[in-house]
Structures are given as structure tokens and as C-alpha cells.
């Protein structure tokens, strides 16, 4: 999965915002691109995918962007973004299970880097 977003964000000259909905057996529903933003910045808006995640069914999410510049280290924007959205999800019984950001030079996983 991580060289499939790689290969198809890391080498983009904006920033894009895509969603990855999953089942309950961890299955992909969707694989969306939810925002394209500018070389720096893409909007995300917390109850849009929460909105769209419901519409599908899903009971996980997995989210994931890029930084055009090449590194992948989460700004403190991504950290909170990625908290305001499990907030949400939590009590309507959808699981963020990561926030992965790619870029040019590798790629960086929330979760694994216990950010969340």
C-alpha cells in the first residue's frame, strides 16, 4: 500500500489529500482523493470525511498525504488535523488506523512514529 501512494503522490507538485475506507475485515471500499491543495498546504475538512465514510459504510480509514518538498515529517498542522479527525470518528465507531505522509524521500507514519 505504501509503494502504491508513493507512486502515485510522492512526485506531485501539490499537495493531495486521499482517503483510504476500509471495512470491517480491514478490506478497502474506496480509495478517494478528497482535496488537492497548493505546493504547501491542502485543506482538510473533518466533517466532509467523516460525511464520506459514512456514506460508504466504513469502519476504518486510513489517511494519507504528501509534501511536494520531498520530506515527509508531519507538521504540527497534520498532528492536529489527524487528532480532530479520530475525535470525531471515534463515537461513531470508525478506527483511524494511520496517517501516512509520502514524499519524495521515504514516507512517515503517524501511528508508528506514536503520534497518534
Known amino acids: 500500500m505504501i509503494d502504491y ?6 512526485f506531485s507538485d501539490k499537495e493531495q489529500f486521499r482517503l483510504l475506507f476500509l471495512d ?14 497548493t505546493v504547501d498546504h491542502t485543506p482538510v ?8 465514510a459514512l456514506e460508504l ?9 504528501n509534501h511536494p ?3 515527509p515529517s ?3 498542522a497534520d498532528i492536529q488535523m489527524t487528532k ?5 470518528a471515534k463515537p461513531l465507531g ?5 496517517h501516512i505522509i509520502v514524499g519524495k524521500s521515504g514516507h512517515a507514519s503517524l501511528r508508528g512514529m506514536r503520534l497518534i
Do not use: F, W
Not at 45 to 52: L, Q, S
Open 5 to 10: 501512494c508513493r507512486s502515485s503522490m510522492a
Open 24 to 37: 470491517k475485515r480491514n478490506q478497502l471500499i474506496a480509495d478517494e482523493v478528497q482535496q488537492t491543495g
Open 45 to 52: 475538512y473533518p466533517r466532509e470525511v467523516i460525511k464520506r
Open 57 to 65: 459504510s466504513a469502519t476504518a480509514l486510513i489517511l494519507v498525504h
Open 69 to 71: 518538498s520531498g520530506d
Open 74 to 76: 508531519p507538521s504540527q
Open 84 to 88: 480532530a479527525i479520530i475525535d470525531i
Open 94 to 98: 470508525i478506527s483511524v488506523h494511520d
